[in-house]
């Protein structure tokens, strides 16, 4: 029997596997007509960047619709065979998520069985080695190995304890 002990991996949704900035920048469009460039979104979080965010990401459909990540179905699918993955997603917030989320998952990443799926409130008391996540506010209280996918809201964030990555394709290379 083999004593090797895969590690726990935290994986988040939304701006990791889902590409929700595209998913916002199209929404934020059909909405008002605006249509905002990559330099505009830089620094701000969602909220502030889309004029409206809070009716988009509550209107019906939203998080169902998103679209995957590229090769982020490769990528996740590498790192379920070696390691332990978790898919942990605020979802609480907005409890209309929960079930299209559940939906969006078993649809584009169906080697993801429930087992795996954590849909919280808030993230910090999830156990796990390593996590990936776009959000400083997620990954600042993690206690393990920290990998920062660069999004907008975060790109000009500079902290040595995180380790960013811009494609599913270089989270492979490293882990
Ligand atoms: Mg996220």
């Known amino acids: 029997m083999s004593s090797t002990i895969m590690k726990q991996i935290l994986v988040d949704m939304d701006g990791v596997l889902a590409d929700i900035y595209a998913h916002l920048i199209a929404y934020e469009y059909r909405e008002s007509g605006i249509l905002l460039n990559q330099q505009e979104l830089n620094g701000k979080l969602e909220g502030e960047a889309f004029p409206s965010f809070e009716k988009v ?7 169902r619709t998103a679209p995957v990540m590229e090769y982020s179905v490769e990528g996740l699918n590498y790192l ?10 605020s979802a609480t917030e907005f409890p209309d998520s929960l079930t299209e989320k559940l939906a969006w998952l078993n ?23 390593i996590m990936i996540d776009d959000h400083i506010k997620n990954l600042g209280s993690f206690p393990g190995r920290k990998i920062l996918y660069t999004q907008p809201q975060n790109a000009l964030i500079q902290d040595p304890s995180l380790e960013r990555v811009n494609t599913w394709q270089e989270i492979v290379g490293m882990l």
Do not use: A, T
């Open 107 to 129: 649809e584009h990443f169906p080697f993801i069985s429930w087992k795996q799926m954590i849909f919280c409130g808030s993230k910090d008391s999830i156990c796990g080695d």
């Open 80 to 89: 379920n065979n070696k390691y332990k993955v978790l898919i942990v997603s």
């Open 57 to 63: 990401v509550r209107s019906k459909g939203f998080f």
